[in-house]
T-cell receptor, first 115, second 112 residues
């Protein structure tokens, strides 16, 4: 079946502009995760959704970052007033209910470049 | 806080040689450890997890709680093993037992 998809695959934006990144999880996966990967770094947890609720937003780096999920499906990660340090690959993953040892399936990522 | 360390950014071996990718972790509780792999132009995917005790594509990894390590090993490397490998930890206790903490990754190159 279809895996996790993300759009756009690449995004170049000017400093100060807002961007929206989209994630379509695997159908039936109630848990959804956003990670960020800066150049040369490991993946950094941003936020976790169980259904449409986000019980853990602890990884969001600042209040310029927000995320929502609707219909227990699509999620969008919004970055307002982008800064150059926001440049990274943003990865989305989904799994069966979080908190148990279900595998997280990753999307291909969105490469964000802030100029 | 939990931490995963992969001391080697780059590792280069010849085809047929043994390979070991190192992973050390720090976590006061009982962790679950994973290895993820990303082949060129492909997405990140799970390679193996310590609770499965499986050998996947000839790779094995043993959790050593005394040394807090989870090194990935393969006795005879193949060219198709060339990829980026990430070690990851999931906490088994506490309220954050869904998120993964990743190391920075090791780029393995297997030369012909």
């Amino acid at each position: 079946g279809a895996g996790v998809s993300q759009s756009p695959s690449n995004k170049v934006t000017e400093k100060g502009k807002d961007v929206e990144l989209r994630c379509d999880p695997i159908s039936g996966h109630t848990a959804l995760y956003w990670y960020r990967q800066r150049l040369g770094q490991g993946l950094e947890f941003l936020i976790y959704f169980q259904g449409n609720s986000a019980p853990d937003k602890s990884g969001l780096p600042s209040d310029r970052f927000s995320a929502e999920r609707t219909g227990e499906s699509v999620s969008t990660l919004t970055i307002q007033r982008t800064q150059q340090e926001d440049s990274a690959v943003y990865l989305c993953a989904s799994s069966l209910p979080g908190g148990v040892t279900y595998e997280q399936y990753f999307g291909p990522g969105t490469r964000l470049t802030v100029t | 806080a939990q931490r995963v360390t992969q001391p080697e950014k780059l590792l280069s071996v010849f085809k047929g040689a043994p390979v070991e990718l190192k992973c050390n972790y720090s976590y006061s509780g009982s962790p679950e450890l994973f290895w993820y792999v990303q082949y060129s132009r492909q997405r990140l995917q799970l390679l193996l997890r310590h609770i499965s005790r499986e050998s996947i594509k000839g790779f094995t990894a043993d959790l050593n709680k005394g040394e807090t390590s989870f090194h990935l090993k393969k006795p005879f490397a193949q060219e198709e093993d060339s990829a980026m490998y990430y070690c990851a930890l999931r906490m088994n206790s506490g309220g954050s037992n869904y998120k993964l903490t990743f190391g920075k990754g090791t780029l393995l190159t297997v030369n012909p």
